[in-house]
């Protein structure tokens, strides 16, 4: 239970479904990034989402 305002952070593996995860975030807060940090391996499929500014239910 998010309260309005809030904020998510997750991490995620890339494996073709980037853009479905996403919609969702995108949908219910202000702010959505997505990013794969610099001090993980080139090869690595992990992703983190953090998303700002929770609209409510």
């Known amino acids: 239970m998010l309260a ?3 904020a998510f952070a997750a991490r995620f593996l890339q494996g073709g479904t ?3 995860m996403l ?3 995108k ?3 202000a702010v959505v990034r997505h990013m794969k940090p610099p001090a993980s391996r080139k ?3 992990e992703m983190y989402v953090v998303a700002t500014g929770f609209r409510g239910p």
């Open 27 to 29: 949908r219910d807060f």
């Open 43 to 45: 090869d690595s499929a």
């Open 23 to 25: 919609a969702v975030p």
């Open 4 to 6: 309005p305002g809030g």
């Open 18 to 20: 980037e853009a479905e």
